[in-house]
């Protein structure tokens, strides 16, 4: 299902005369708004040790709960990928985010609440200048470092931390 299809209403005018435009908009034949459905930012933190291992966390809660993930969420209104990146680090790991560096970006799907949104993954290589103070909270259950090498992308919840655990496993971080 395309993901227009969940937007039954004009967010303008409430009208339900709110109809296909093209691929990515829709119309209001009463009040003329076009909505365009773009993706929204999202981070992904690389965190490695000196020990080649990356930070790895287990999700508490769904989507995909249980499974392993990455430091990471949604970037807020008004925020940088920078700043939201080290936000949400400190949230999930309480450590303190010194440096970034961009490396990529990937698409991604995260269903939450029964709705679908399409994300844009921006991932980021974080300094830390010290690992004291390493606490799994907010959405995370767990917190661990593993080799990068003996990764697993099939444990990996969502589709895009998966194929980041597969590009950097190329990229030999």
């Known amino acids: 299902m395309h993901p227009l299809a969940q ?3 004009c967010p303008k005018c409430g009208s339900e005369h709110f109809e296909e435009n093209n691929f990515k908009s829709k119309k209001c034949r009463d ?8 993706s929204c930012s999202s981070t992904i933190a690389l965190i490695v040790n000196d020990k080649h291992e990356l930070l790895v966390a287990t999700r508490a809660h769904e989507p995909s709960k249980g499974t392993l993930d990455l430091p ?11 700043e939201a990146v080290r936000r949400e680090v400190k949230e999930e790991t309480n450590l303190d985010v010194e440096e970034t560096k961009y490396l990529f970006s990937i698409p991604n799907r995260y269903v939450y609440s029964g709705f679908e949104v399409q994300t844009l993954d921006l991932v980021y290589l974080c300094k830390i200048p010290t690992m004291s103070g390493l606490k799994a909270e907010d959405d995370v259950s767990k917190l661990e470092f593993i080799k990068i090498s003996e990764l697993n992308p099939d444990l990996f919840g969502l589709i895009s931390v998966k194929e980041v655990i597969k590009n950097i496993q190329k990229l030999k971080i």
């Open 31 to 38: 009040c003329g708004f076009i909505y365009y459905f773009n």
């Open 72 to 82: 990471g969420g949604f970037v807020d209104m008004d925020e940088t990928g920078e």
């Open 7 to 9: 937007f039954k209403y």
